[in-house]
């Protein structure tokens, strides 16, 4: 079986509250990007043993640490070892440390996954539940549909926001940002705006009052990035961000005709 865990931008990011725990409470539109995507299958092990092999961009650590292989696991602990060994592959094409949620795409596509082809018989609320232990902003690929998100990012209302008829065109530099750097940096504050709003306001307003918090920061450390978010808007952007804490930029356009 094979499907195809797609990337995602945050349109509007606020950081506005450190929590106890550590945690930063946010505020945000996780938005999916069908068209870019991994490729993840599975097959029986061909030797009774499962197995993970990656392919297509390089991934830092050993495969064991990846959240398709935890999610694959996890799964074996909440139901008892129902599942029987499998040779994983996953094709990396969603760049790591780019704020496009692609680890976290492919996690929650394998809980799915192997949902349907074993006939697990789990809701959505429970494999949102699963995928929140693997991640934050795992859940958010359960649904995969444009959501309002707050608390640490689990906490999701879906929204009506659609963008079929823009093109929305990603730039990754190849910067990795350190998410955990990236929150160390951030001085909370307030929301700017109310971004359950966004689908009745004009696209080519966003900028005005539409922001990445993290954007502050992380330009002064890596100024190229506010550079391609300048060229975007020169090119013709009517929005343009950097997504979740980068290094990803995204220009919305009018679609080419």
């Excluded at 995507?37 to 599975?42: F, N, Q, R, S, V």
């Excluded at 920061?217 to 020169?234: C, D, G, M, R």
């Amino acid at each position: 079986m094979i499907t195809f865990p797609n990337a995602k931008i945050n349109i509007g990011l606020f950081v506005t509250q450190k929590r106890a725990d550590g945690y930063h409470e946010l505020e945000t539109i996780f938005y999916p990007v069908k068209n870019y995507k991994d490729a993840l299958e599975m097959v029986p092990a061909t030797n009774g043993v499962t197995k993970m092999n990656v392919s297509g961009l390089a991934v830092a650590g050993n495969p064991t640490d990846n959240l398709v292989w935890k999610a694959y696991h996890l799964i074996q602990s909440k139901l008892n070892g129902v599942l029987p060994p499998l040779d994983i592959y996953l094709h990396k094409a969603i760049p790591m440390g780019a704020g496009l949620g692609g680890g976290s795409a492919d996690g929650a596509f394998m809980l799915t996954m192997l949902n349907e082809a074993y006939h697990l018989k789990q809701d959505t609320a429970t494999l949102c539940d699963w995928a929140l232990e693997l991640g934050s902003d795992c859940p958010f690929f359960i649904n995969n549909t444009p959501q309002y998100a707050t608390g640490r990012g689990e906490v999701m209302q879906a929204i009506s926001l659609d963008l079929s008829g823009y093109e929305i065109k990603i730039i990754t530099p190849g910067i990795h940002v350190a998410t955990k750097d990236a929150f160390h940096q951030i001085t909370p504050q307030p929301a700017a705006f109310d971004l359950r709003t966004l689908s009745v306001a004009d696209i080519a307003q966003w900028k005005q009052y539409v922001q990445n918090d993290f954007e502050k920061t992380v330009f002064s450390k890596h100024p190229t990035l506010q550079e391609i978010k300048n060229k975007l808007y020169e090119d013709g952007a009517l929005y343009a961000s950097m997504s979740g804490t980068g290094s990803a930029i995204y220009g919305i356009f009018e679609a080419s005709k």
